[in-house]
């Protein structure tokens, strides 16, 4: 299996979308398959539509199931992950769809159905092992085959979601020096007593922030859903 990008908006070329897969299939293969222990990372690849074997992301100018919201992974009515990206909310944001797309590509390898939790006994509460919203902000550049520098998110690692990391890095770029921290520019979505939040670190984008308290997003949404029946 694998990720197919398949480039719907008239705001990014499709040269742009190939490079963007060619650094997420990168990232994803010498990143974070070692960092997650996994043997087989999915593939990125680029296309005009939809393959079989692959789960796809669509690039769109915007999301309107999702006002505000720059990307998100979600699972499709046939069971199928999948993801979209809003191109011109990207942008307008001031982020890079690149990194927005990395962004979601790297969750979805790590939480292929979003439906993870992890518990941490300093905040009291279950953490979404979503792995790259307590990073969001954070960036580094992967060159590709056409010697373009593209922006990926960095993300953190399975001991982030670890009482105790036991001297394990946190994230890949070593910014977090604690378990379940929230770098300034990151969020986390957290459970408690069947209630979900949103928490922002003090340096989060304002609009960033406004967009997810408009649409709570497809995975917010989806752990609500998982918080309303855990409650019941």
Excluded at 151 to 157: A, I, K, L
Aim: proline share 5%; aromatic share 8%.
């Amino acid at each position: 299996m694998g990720i197919v990008l398949i480039n719907q908006s008239s705001h990014i070329s499709d040269a742009d979308v190939k490079n963007i897969a060619d650094a997420c299939d990168l990232q994803l293969r010498n990143d974070v398959a070692p960092a997650w222990n996994i043997g087989k990372p999915l593939d990125v690849t680029a296309a005009a539509a939809p393959i079989p074997s692959a789960y796809p992301f669509f690039f769109v100018d915007s999301i309107p199931e999702a006002p505000g919201a720059l990307a998100y992974h979600f699972v499709q009515a046939d069971g199928v992950p999948a993801g979209k990206i809003g191109v011109v909310t990207t942008l307008d944001a001031g982020e890079t769809v690149a990194g927005a797309t990395s962004h979601e590509a790297v969750e979805l390898q790590c939480d292929i159905f979003c439906a993870a939790w992890s518990f941490s006994h300093r905040l009291g509460c279950l953490v979404a092992t979503e792995a790259c919203d307590p990073v969001q902000a954070d960036s580094y550049t992967i060159k590709v085959r056409d010697g373009s520098a593209v922006p990926v998110s960095n993300f953190v690692t399975p001991s982030y979601f670890a009482d105790n990391a036991l001297g394990q890095p946190l994230d890949h770029l070593g910014n977090l020096h604690q378990t379940f921290d929230i770098a300034r520019g990151g969020y986390q979505i957290r459970m408690k007593g069947g209630r979900v939040t949103n928490v922002y670190g003090e340096a989060f984008s304002d609009a960033l922030r406004a967009g997810k308290e408009l649409s709570q997003g497809r995975t917010f949404w989806r752990h609500v859903t998982m918080a309303i029946a855990l409650s019941r």
